[in-house]
Structure formats: C-alpha cells, structure tokens
C-alpha cells in the first residue's frame, strides 16, 4: 500500500509562514493532493487540492514538484487559531478506492 | 445546509453488545466512509461505498458491517462490540473518490467497556 510521509509536528509563531510537506512516492497518474485540517473533536475540513505545480486559495497554497513525489502545504501568516493537526490525503496505486491518510503534523501556533 | 450528520454523537456500551452508527448526507455524493480515529493517531479506513447498494472493505474492516440501502444514509453496524473498538468514528462522502474532497461529519465517540 501506498504511504504518505509527513513531520509529527511543528512549531510556529504568531505571523509566520507555515510549510508542511508530505511525501508519497506512489501517488497514481490520476490522483489528486488534498489537505485537510483537524482540531480538537471536530472532523477534518477541507482546506486545499491540486494534481501538480501550484494552488493558490484565500487560506493557503500548495505547491507540487513535477514528479509529484512529495508536495508542501503553505500557510502564509499563521494565527492562534490555525493550531490543528494537518493531514494530506493522496489516492493509493494499488487499489484506487483504498484512500490513505498521513500520519498528520500537528502545528503549534504561539503567541 | 447540514452537510454530513452523524448519529448518535456519543455512546458507551458494554463488550458484546451490537449497536448501529448511521450517517447522513444530504448533498447527494456518490462516495460515503466510515474511518475511525484512535488517539494520537490518523484516519483509518474502515468501509467505503462507491454507490446506492454497493460497499467495499477498507484498511481496517475486522468487526464491522456496513449497508448503503439509501444513497443519502451509510449505516455502520458493530455486531457484538470489543474493547478494542473504542474510539472516534468518523464518516465522509464525496462527489466522486480521488480527485473529490471529502466532506466528513463531526464523528461519534463510542466507548467500549
């Protein structure tokens, strides 16, 4: 099975740009890279999507190297509130349906 | 706009006993999951359904059945509850698998005792 690789966790202040990548060597020709978000008894919230260069929405950006071997979740100027674990999702070669999430980094915003 | 609901959103029973999660979108999605969540621990996939009728297995099956007789419900069943189950259990549906976000429900924490 296909696996994703991401830090357990990381550290951040207040107004600082957050990089968070993922690693999936076997990632299929068809698959998309999603992040989501998660806090505390909630589940997780869609946050960003794309197959390969670089996405862009109000809240982040996500930039995909041509091999699409690894991908880098951005946060630019992280808050208090942007505290949460943070997980990529990438489908999986050996059987399209088995989705498989990462292991998840947890960010620790301080004031 | 609901989205994904969850039902009940917390329960405890004792070891043996069966009991039913059901899960409720209403935003017409083909795709449903049932994943559970252990502490410190990321998403496992328990069953999926890639349609009205239709199931399949997932990461983590053992001790769970599961039924998708409406396409707007996805029902995951325990039929006699272990310790082992104890956790959050999370469900999702989206439009299509892959290329689709998920959108997830905010889960059903289930004790075991």
């Known amino acids: 099975l296909a696996k994703t690789t991401q830090p357990i966790s990381m550290d951040s202040y207040e107004g600082q740009e957050v990089n968070i990548t993922c690693s999936h060597n076997n990632i299929a020709t068809n698959d998309y890279i999603t992040w989501y978000q998660q806090f505390p008894s909630q589940g997780p919230r869609f946050i960003i999507q794309g197959y390969k260069t670089k996405v862009t929405n109000e809240v982040a950006s996500l930039f995909i190297p041509a091999d699409r071997k690894s991908s880098t979740l951005s946060l630019p100027r992280v808050s208090l509130s942007d505290t949460a674990v943070y997980y990529c999702l990438v489908g999986d070669m050996d059987s399209s349906y088995k989705l498989i999430f990462g292991s998840g980094t947890r960010l620790l915003v301080r004031p | 706009n609901a989205g994904v609901t969850q039902t009940p959103k917390f329960r405890v029973l004792k070891t043996g006993q069966s009991m039913t999660l059901l899960c409720a979108q209403d935003?017409?999605?083909?795709?449903m999951y049932w994943y559970r969540q252990d502490p410190g621990m990321g998403l496992r996939l328990i069953h999926y359904?890639?349609?009205?009728?239709?199931?399949a297995k997932g990461e983590v099956p053992d001790g769970y059945n599961v039924s998708r007789l409406k396409k707007q419900n996805f029902l995951l069943g325990l039929e006699s509850a272990a310790p082992s189950q104890t956790s959050v259990y999370f469900c999702?549906?989206?439009?299509?698998?892959?290329?689709?976000?998920?959108?997830f429900g905010d889960g059903t924490r289930l004790s075991i005792l």
């Open positions: 999702a549906s989206s439009y299509d698998v892959g290329n689709q976000p998920q959108h």
């Open positions: 359904s890639v349609g009205e009728g239709t199931t």
């Open positions: 935003m017409n999605h083909e795709y």
